[in-house]
């Protein structure tokens, strides 16, 4: 499995952005399809964002289409999420996730992603 770690959450006021960051270790980064989610107090967990192996296919939450935008560098082996216009109900705990996919497929089921990362609290206020 790949080792993942996020940074980049914090707080910020309601229409601000804020750049969340994962970085992998341990597996070939390229053959994961990278994803994020994210939870809030009460919630259940929701798949925000996802990018496979190229970059060539995303996928968006309607809550968040247009305002997020998940990139990935596979030479720094490194996901991004790019979240623009915040709202105060994207306040959550966002999690970086990958699913093995060597053949450049893509995951939206919880239960293939199969690496998480720690977490990172965003919180916006309005």
């Known amino acids: 499995q790949v080792q993942l770690v996020e940074s980049g959450g914090g707080m910020v006021q309601a229409g601000g952005s804020l750049r969340l960051s994962c970085a992998a270790s341990?597996?070939?980064?390229?053959?994961?399809?990278m994803g994020w989610f994210r939870q809030a107090p009460g919630k259940e967990q929701e798949f925000v964002a996802g990018?496979?192996?190229?970059?060539?296919?995303?996928y968006y939450a309607d809550s968040v289409k247009g305002r997020f935008t998940i990139s990935r560098d596979n030479a720094k082996n490194t996901a991004h999420l790019q979240m623009n216009s915040l709202k105060p109900e994207d306040t959550a705990v966002y999690y970086c996730?990958?699913?093995?996919?060597?053949?450049?497929?893509?995951?939206?089921?919880?239960?293939?992603?199969?690496?998480w990362g720690q977490g990172t609290q965003v919180t916006v206020s309005s």
């Open positions: 996730s990958a699913c093995y996919r060597p053949n450049g497929g893509s995951c939206r089921a919880r239960g293939d992603f199969t690496s």
């Open positions: 341990g597996r070939t980064f390229g053959n994961y399809y």
């Open positions: 990018i496979n192996w190229s970059g060539g296919s995303t």
